[in-house]
């Protein structure tokens, strides 16, 4: 059988087991071709782009951090006026920081516009191109460089904020969240949301074997624990409706926590531990209600 | 044909006779008029192309540089608060190389906040990569952005350019201006052909990451763009001369300094009041003359001081300052000078900031101070009874 070309070439400067450059690479080969990416600043643009080389075998744009959306509503807005929308798609791309973050105004503007482009949201929980600083997307107790553990804190405090209903409530055409655990489903998703016309978002969950401190030949494992444990539902949201892509017969929480560096400081028998295991529990236990997860 | 017409409208006619493909901006006093009309003209049919409302203007911003990578010529217009919000993407779109024009309606930056007229947003970007043109009256405002875009989007140049024109004073005021017909702009501006841009048929990388094995070099070459500039500034000012009738100065113009003792420069609107002022001063024999400032990016050293070269006293009003230096034209224009042998007495004056009136007064005061020594953060009439309070309560603290 004849090996398919990626659309995202080998020879990028990635980490071993990098979740994002899968991710990536998953996406516009579900996209194919007739595309024009738009890419926020972080990892994906710094590992995939150093002059004089490029990994991008399809029309590829960074400009800033916080811009990636704003960049995307400028390409379409040209192809519209320009007559040639029947030349590409657009997706916007930008890490976890570069999208809710950062980014977030730009985004919201582009939801509301009702641009025809599609975003992407790779998710691996932290700035870790800077070097594993929290973001609004570091789950709870997660231990990063500035959500530090110390004699006082055991990791960053807050929840993840929820990127998926942030979308929904822009009443966009489409939303989904999806991880790179899951291909074909990841892959499905990015091609229904091409086949609708008018504002996508995709929230792709891309573990970071560095700043997770998860061995390199994890990545896929791990991402698999976080769907089947609750804490990362695969959801998809069309025609007005929430539904999720994959019932689970749930594990606990820990069973996802203890395969991972940034969770260490839970694993003693502390009481403390113990409450902040226990509180993240919670979260999955609220997640498997809400969206009625149990196969 | 003439019509008489506010400056914003004007300025929208303009850009909308150079067809550009997609139109991004978000509101801003004193910028506000400009793109209400452009937002008329969409509406009412004559501006064809995509106009999108945004929620920022370093979002405008971003549309228009994603706009542009796309092939499609495009515009924005913004001032004081929004020019700065835009700095990140203005550099960006410079360091890309991408031709844009942006309308900067002059204005003051906050605190304290304050809507008027004032250099300081422009001066703040002086450094962007944007060519930077003043407009000294509506008719040239309007003017300028025919030969904006066929400057910016020159093979050898392409860069952005910024035409400046002064908040209210100009973008309010209602003078009759020469509208051009869309026959004649489309036979002095051909439409935009990308040499490079976001294609499926010839995929492309834009704004890869250039590490110091490149960086200086790519920089260089902007640098060099800039330089690139100037004779193509010429030549476009030249043709439009010739097929419109127009001529306002290309770098800089002088006014009556053929026997200067004395010359007042500046940029902008006030020009009309300083060249009152030179008529005046002539009327009592006073060998007076004044330079503007035209192109202040790339910076027209060689001209301004070809133009200053019998002169004896140079006076340089700023409508901005460099907190911590002074007035900005006055330092580079004194920088201009240096190292030649006859170089004039040159003296700064802070003028104008926030919307305060530069009067004849004001000038000729100027103008009379000829000769002394040099202080470039001189701040012109400043209210003696608002001092006296402000020193007093300075004390108390």
């Known amino acids: 059988m004849e090996q398919k070309k990626h659309l995202l070439a080998p020879g990028h400067t990635a980490c071993a087991g990098c979740g994002l450059s899968m991710g990536a690479r998953m996406v516009i080969d579900a996209a194919g071709p007739n595309t024009i990416v738009t890419n926020c600043t972080g990892c994906l643009e710094v590992f995939t782009t150093r002059y004089p080389q490029s990994a991008w075998e399809v029309p590829w744009i960074h400009s800033l951090f916080e811009n990636s959306s704003a960049i995307a509503a400028g390409v379409e807005a040209a192809l519209v006026a320009l007559n040639r929308t029947g030349e590409a798609k657009v997706i916007a791309q930008g890490g976890d920081g570069g999208t809710a973050d950062i980014g977030l105004q730009s985004l919201s503007g582009m939801f509301e516009r009702g641009h025809d482009v599609l975003y992407i949201c790779y998710d691996n929980e932290a700035y870790m191109n800077t070097g594993i600083q929290r973001s609004s997307q570091t789950p709870t107790w997660s231990n990063t460089t500035t959500s530090p553990t110390g004699k006082v804190s055991y990791g960053n405090p807050t929840r993840k904020k929820d990127m998926f209903k942030i979308a929904v409530a822009h009443d966009v055409a489409y939303a989904a969240t999806a991880t790179v655990g899951w291909d074909m489903d990841l892959k499905k998703k990015v091609q229904k949301a091409l086949s609708i016309k008018g504002p996508k978002y995709l929230h792709v969950l891309v573990p970071c074997p560095l700043g997770w401190r998860v061995e390199n ?3 896929i494992k791990v991402s698999k624990k976080a769907v089947s444990t609750g804490l990362f539902p695969l959801l998809e949201y069309e025609n007005g409706k929430i539904t999720a892509t994959r019932k689970i017969t749930p594990e606990p929480v820990l069973e996802y926590l203890k395969m991972q560096g940034r969770f260490k400081h839970l694993m003693g028998d502390s009481p403390e531990a113990k409450a902040k295991l226990a509180e993240i529990q919670k979260i999955a236990d ?9 196969a | ?5 506010e400056g914003s409208m004007a300025v ?44 920022s203007e370093f979002s405008a911003a971003s549309v228009c540089l994603g706009a542009v990578a796309t092939g499609a010529r495009s ?3 913004t001032t004081a608060q929004g020019l700065l919000l835009m700095a990140e993407v203005l550099f960006n779109i410079a360091g890309m ?34 060519i930077q043109l003043f407009a000294e009256n509506n008719q040239e405002a309007a003017d300028l952005h025919y030969m904006a875009y066929k400057i910016s989007e020159d093979n050898s140049v392409r860069l952005p350019v910024m035409v400046n024109m002064d908040g209210f004073l100009l973008t309010h005021a209602f003078e009759p201006i020469d509208i051009p017909t869309q026959e004649e702009v489309d036979a002095f501006l051909p439409p935009y052909k990308p040499e490079y841009y976001l294609t499926t048929k010839h995929p492309i990388t834009m704004g890869s ?37 127009r001529y306002y100065g290309t770098f800089v113009d002088s006014y009556k300094m ?21 008529d005046l001063m002539r009327k009592n024999g006073v060998k007076v003359g004044a330079l503007k400032v035209r192109t202040f990016r790339p910076f027209p050293e060689k001209h301004i001081r070809e133009a200053l070269n019998n002169v004896t006293n140079v006076a340089i009003t700023d409508r901005a300052s460099s907190v911590g230096l002074g007035g900005i034209l006055a330092s580079e224009l004194k920088g201009a000078l240096y190292g030649y042998t006859s170089v004039p007495n040159v003296t700064s004056y802070i003028v104008g900031l926030g919307g305060r009136d530069i009067t004849v007064k004001t000038i000729t005061d100027i103008a009379g101070q000829a000769g002394a020594k040099f202080d470039s953060s001189k701040f012109v009439e400043l209210d003696k009874e608002f001092m006296k309070k402000g020193d007093e309560y300075l004390k108390t603290i």
């Open chain 2, 75 to 77: 515009y924005t217009a």
């Open chain 2, 97 to 130: 190389r991408l031709p844009l024009v942006l309308t900067c309606a002059n204005r003051a930056i906050s605190a304290p906040i304050n809507i008027w007229t004032d250099h300081s947003d422009a001066m703040a970007l002086r450094d962007c990569g944007f």
């Open chain 2, 12 to 55: 929208a006619d303009a850009v909308n006779l150079c067809r550009p493909d997609v139109i991004s901006a978000y509101p801003i006093t004193p910028q506000t008029h400009i793109v209400e009309d452009l937002s008329q003209l969409h509406a009412d049919g004559k501006f064809k192309g995509q106009f999108v409302n945004v929620e």
């Open chain 2, 1 to 5: 044909m003439k019509k008489y017409i």
């Open chain 2, 258 to 278: 053929e026997d200067a003792e004395t010359v007042i420069v500046a940029m902008g609107s006030v020009l009309g009041t300083i060249k009152d002022a030179v």
């Open chain 2, 209 to 245: 990451m250039v590490g110091e094995d490149g960086y200086m070099e790519v920089r260089h070459y902007l640098e060099e763009a800039m330089k690139n500039a100037f004779p193509v500034i010429e030549k476009v000012t030249n043709e439009f001369k010739q097929k419109f009738g």
């Open chain 1, 217 to 219: 030949k994890m990545t």
């Open chain 1, 286 to 294: 609220e997640n498997i209600a809400r969206y009625e997860l149990k």
